[in-house]
């Protein structure tokens, strides 16, 4: 009943939206040779001669590629490829089910899918439908499609061949079949060892709807054969889903594995895999969602060298290297000469993290890291000089902030940094290169995407979970520790900020910190601060945040700021020690000390009986400092209602003042 309805609702969509156009007593030929950018499909029918001649002129269905896919394709046009265009009867879209059988010998199979209001036969979009008559007056289809059928064909042309083959038949006898240079034979041997077979693996040889994906003999060059288990080996089979390289999606979903599926439920190996495109390349991703002692949680990415070969069980991607399994490890995706040549994506950052041999020797001897790789582009805003420049100054500290070792490996869904204990509401750790740093790295999620902040540079991850044998990447979109943002945009992308940031707003307040011919030093406090201010002082915060009282918000932030000095801590607490303190623009200078707390260092700001920590130093960037405090330095009586010295006693006030004002209007 559902099988009917389906098909029900597939003509329906088709009928209105692929353009299904019904012409009497028209051919395919005749239809054809009126489509210019069909015409080479066209001269093929027409000039070689084969069993399709016959078909041409009877009951069929024919998908005609257009010149463009005509161009693309590489392969051989003979009549095996004519003949894996056609369908020996004449089917309405309404008719297709979810698959068909094309004339080739061996009838393999051609998949339908549904995907929004496109239909799709394999990887080709149907673009235009036509129901016709042959010259004899027997029912014809034809539909224009955006890609070639390309067809999976033994070496020999023994009829035999041809027949039912399925996707360990090419797994097992790789070289039997025209897939170019390609062979499957390392990974089928690896599999005899592990019981293909006698019993295991049967998917590869059983009927129904798998994606299969087949590591190639390169894949094996730098990798040993024994780190394919019988887990991984069921994590490149998909069930019950022919994920095919196009259409490209915006969203791609990652759907369970045969392993996920057999570990449902258990504390054991869970696997995950999507099929996605980047940079115009096909790739399969395979996401480990449990790990084990034996592959750790996080992704592994393939390269799919050759996509979309239709077997009877499926569809089967050959694929560059092996999913789950995380053989490089940080040192040999970062610090080798190969890197640059082998691992494109991380080829900047690597040019200078080979230029300190002791951070890349740490990295070989860690166990269990983090490391945060920009991208080629994030090293783009500056120009190579300059780049080469601000880091060759200062390359242990920036190079250092990329590098966690804070064991286990943070992944984008760890939880301490969606669920972090800190009041602050994120998860930091310390820098531990170079060994005197006293850097921290904070990590958040926003908008469900993991974010991090190190010296001061927020960036976005924009690739997570990247595996390695002894730890996890994530590329991210900035160099940290290299200012590029203002104090005013620093404030406003913060999320310990905000608070500040919004009170900022009044009156423009926030607009001379996006000067850059000014530098600044600003004490800024934590959202968490200026809750503390609600609960403790609840009417001047509602005066501070309601808006109608700028000057008020002015003056309690110009008890934080210093206009004309970039000041780092140190060089705070120097001058505190020296007796003159940190100068704001409003009301006595502040005074910031260092002292040991619980066995810790802390600095902290202190003003007439109010002690701040200072929780984060040294947010460096384009125009000064920031440097984070946990308490705002104020008191009740710092909040008014005048130029004078009247106190705000209560929200009495407020409503008078209000009252007075609305009378006067």
């Known amino acids: 009943m559902v099988g009917v309805v389906l098909n029900t609702v597939i003509g329906m969509i088709l009928f209105m939206g692929l353009g299904l156009q019904f012409t009497a007593a028209e051919s395919i030929l005749e239809m054809l040779g009126r489509r210019t950018q069909y015409s080479k499909f066209t001269d093929l029918l027409k000039t070689k001669e084969g069993l399709h001649t016959a078909y041409l002129d009877n009951y069929v269905t024919v998908f005609a590629p257009s010149n463009d896919a005509m161009d693309m394709f590489q392969g051989i046009k003979d009549e095996n490829f004519i003949l894996n265009h056609m369908v020996s009867s004449a089917i309405a879209t309404a008719e297709m089910g979810e698959r068909l059988t094309s004339l080739m010998p061996g009838h393999p199979p051609i998949w339908v899918r549904m995907i929004t209001s496109n239909l799709y036969v394999n990887q080709a979009r149907v673009v235009f439908t036509f129901a016709l008559e042959s010259s004899s007056g027997k029912k014809q289809f034809l539909y224009l499609i955006d890609s070639v059928l390309e067809p999976l064909v033994p070496t020999d042309d023994k009829i035999e061949d041809f027949v039912d083959i399925k996707a360990g038949d090419l797994l097992t006898n790789s070289g039997s079949y025209k897939i170019g240079d390609f062979s499957t034979k390392k990974f089928a041997d690896r599999l005899e060892t592990l019981g293909l077979g006698k019993g295991n693996f049967t998917e590869f040889n059983s009927f129904g709807k798998f994606t299969f994906f087949l590591p190639i003999d390169s894949a094996f060059e730098n990798l040993t054969l024994s780190t394919i288990d019988y887990e991984v080996v069921r994590a490149h089979m998909v069930p019950d889903r022919l994920m095919f390289t196009k259409p490209q999606k915006r969203r791609v979903e990652s759907m369970p594995t045969v392993q996920y599926n057999a570990s449902r439920g258990s504390s054991n190996l869970r696997v995950m895999a999507k ?22 949680r996080g992704t592994v990415d393939a390269k799919i060298v050759l996509a979309n070969i239709p077997v009877q069980n499926g569809i089967v991607h050959l694929i560059d290297r092996p999913l789950v399994v995380m053989a490089a490890t940080l040192w040999e995706h970062l610090c080798t000469e190969k890197t640059g040549k082998h691992n494109m994506r991380f080829r900047d950052f690597a040019k200078y993290l080979q230029k300190s041999p002791k951070l890349c020797e740490r990295i070989n001897k860690t166990s269990d890291a983090t490391l945060l790789v920009p991208t080629n582009e994030a090293f783009r805003f500056l120009s190579a000089s300059e780049m080469d420049g601000k880091i060759s100054a200062d390359a242990e500290r920036i190079l250092g902030l990329h590098f966690i070792e804070h064991p286990p490996a943070i992944l984008a869904d760890d939880v301490r940094v969606t669920n972090p204990q800190d009041d602050s509401g994120m998860f930091s750790v310390p ?5 005197d740093s006293e850097e921290r790295v904070w990590f958040w999620n926003k908008d469900g995407k993991l974010h991090v902040d190190g010296g001061g540079i927020e960036a ?32 406003a992308r913060d999320p310990m900020m905000s608070k500040t940031f919004d009170l900022g707003k009044q009156e423009h307040f926030n607009d001379q910190l996006n000067k850059t011919d000014l530098q600044f030093t600003f004490l800024v406090p934590t959202d968490q601060a200026w809750d503390q201010i609600k609960k403790d002082f609840a009417t001047a915060y509602k005066v501070l945040f309601m808006g109608d009282f700028f000057y008020q918000v002015h003056h309690i932030l110009e008890r934080h700021l210093q206009v004309g000095a970039k000041l ?98």
């Open 275 to 296: 099929v996605f495109v980047k940079d115009n390349v096909p790739m399969v991703e395979s996401q480990t969602v449990v790990g084990t002692k034996a592959h750790k």
């Open 431 to 435: 820098a531990l290169f170079p060994e």
């Open 460 to 491: 976005e991850v924009v690739e997570a979970n990247v595996g390695a044998s002894n730890g996890v990447i994530h590329s991210i979109n900035r160099v940290l520790g290299i200012p590029q943002d203002t104090i005013e945009r620093k404030l």
């Open 568 to 665: 780092s801590i140190n060089e705070l607490v120097k001058a505190s020690q020296e007796g003159k303190g940190f100068e704001v623009m409003r009301g006595s200078p502040l005074q910031v000390s260092t002292q040991e707390d619980n066995g810790e260092m802390v600095t902290t700001v202190s003003k007439d009986g109010i002690v701040a920590r200072v929780v984060r130093a040294n947010i460096e960037c384009t125009n000064g400092y920031i440097h984070l405090i946990d308490k705002v330095v104020m008191k009740r009586r710092d909040v008014t209602l005048g130029g004078g010295g009247n106190v705000l006693p209560s929200i009495i006030a407020i409503i008078t003042t209000w009252m007075v004002s609305s009378l006067l209007r």
